[in-house]
């Protein structure tokens, strides 16, 4: 007879902003609902956690969840920047993946599920060493992951690589997505000529792998992207669409307990754009922000910055420390530049984002196209201008503007006379329009992580069946 055992989740996040932070609020939800978690972080987000969240007193509330870290094997002062991606996981490879797979081996509480992001190919051969199941979560956009997963194809049809020609010639290999993608709404690393380049090989490795979980868990909602969602069934069957998650966390939190802040940010948030934001009208603002990894050049700074002053709209410009790359020098910068930020605009380094979103005063999203940014734009009804920086960055902003309409894509583009008028057609001409589209979906969303919807019904499957597992 098999012998009960508990079940035990070991979730592994990339030890990034955007999926450290979606993947604790799966965490929470998990144990919220008594299943004990633990969740593995890098010495180097785990320390930014400890010092700017109260992630480690909140976690507290639940008895059977802990943290485990591991050194990532980077130096300390290593920027973890969007580019060092490939290098970070080489990195890990060599320093966390073997700690990881002997806590795996020796766990007091054997472990009864493994969930992992889905970039960590080593996941699938520890899985099978202890026996237990895997479940990978892709952090990124399902129709990203879905341009990767289609990648093997692409390179077939020759479709893939490409360099900077032709980027607006449809792609025909990427099921579901005809008429919708062109070359430059793919993932930028497939712009290149050398397909052993480290992303890429990269990528065709997660598609191998994708397919040997049990289960991969996405962070969106059925009725965003449900025809994507039946692309990506035909590899991977068992498919739990649990998103949004930062919202889905708010609704299990409410009938359970009220908290009012979530935050996981591994930057020390100011506050005081809050107090600004109070000061400015209703639906005035638009934020800027390129989330935790993309950066910019001293000369794409200048034009958005004068973009947004010459459009005359308040702004609240996230700028993050080391997000300008080069030079990064401010002074002497234009006499108006200075005059027009003093009179309409707040600058900090790192926000509140959700609280920001959230801001009655904050009518449209000037963002990179981060997933997590996307969602929490889309559930806050915002919105956006999408300037993407890479990976999934590219798709997401394509979506937003042809597919869910919520907003205009510049990719490819940054030009001050452009940043002025997508800014002043989002937040002026077709404020209206956009608003309404924006506010369909931010409905369908939380109905979604509501009980009955279809996120909501989906977690209740995914806890249901953790707490079944057994080894
Ligand atoms: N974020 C934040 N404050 C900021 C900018 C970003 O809290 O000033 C958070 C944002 O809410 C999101 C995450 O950082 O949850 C960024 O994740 P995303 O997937 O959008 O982009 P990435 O940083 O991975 O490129």
Sequence with gaps: ???????????????????????????????????KVTFLNTDYIHQRLCSHTDVP????????????????????????????????LESMDASAVPIFREMLLTAETPVTCLIADGIFTFATDVAAEIGAPLLYFDTVSPCGLWTY?????????GEVPFKDDNLDEMII???????????????SFYRTNDLNDQIIQLVLREDEHIPLAQGVIFNTFHHLEA?????????????????????????????????????????????????????????????????????????????????????????????RPGSV??????????????????????????????????????????????????????????????????????????????????GLDMKDSCDRVVVEKMVREVMESRKDEFLKGAEEVAESARAAVSPGGSSFADMDRLIEEIKTMKI
Aim: hydrophobic content about 40%.
């Design 149 to 157: 997963l289609c990648l093997p194809k692409l390179i077939e049809a």
């Design 173 to 187: 290999n990427a099921p579901g997505m005809e008429g919708i993608i062109r070359r430059r709404d793919l993932p």
């Design 227 to 319: 025809p994507i969602l039946a692309q990506l069934r035909t590899v991977c069957p068992n498919i739990y669409a649990l998103g949004p998650l930062h919202a889905h966390l708010k609704a299990r939190l409410a009938s359970w307990e009220a908290r009012p802040t979530t935050s996981n940010s591994i930057w020390e948030e100011d506050g005081s754009c809050i107090s600004w934001l109070d000061k400015q009208p209703s639906k005035s603002v638009v934020y800027v922000s390129i989330g935790s990894l993309a950066v910019m050049t001293r000369d794409q700074m200048c034009e958005i910055w004068h973009g947004l002053v010459n459009s005359g709209v308040r702004f609240l410009w996230v700028r």
């Design 325 to 406: 790359t080069g030079d990064s020098d401010e002074t002497g910068i234009d006499q108006e530049l200075a005059r027009g930020t003093e009179e309409r605009g707040c600058i900090v380094r790192w926000a509140p984002q959700e609280e920001v979103l959230a801001h009655p005063a904050v009518g449209g999203f000037l963002t990179h196209s981060g997933w997590n940014s996307t969602l929490e734009s889309m559930v806050e009804g915002k919105p956006m201008i999408c300037w993407p920086y890479f990976v999934d960055q590219q798709v997401n902003s394509r979506y937003v503007e042809v597919v869910w309409k919520v």
């Design 57 to 88: 007193i909140r976690f507290r509330n639940y008895p059977d969840f802990c943290f485990r870290t591991v050194p990532d094997g980077l130096p300390e002062e290593n920027p973890r920047t969007g580019t060092e991606i490939g290098n970070l």
């Design 1 to 35: 007879m098999q012998h009960e055992r508990e079940a035990h989740v070991f979730i592994f996040p990339l030890p990034l902003q955007g999926p450290v932070n979606c993947m604790l609020k799966l965490a929470e939800i998990l144990s919220i609902n008594k299943i």
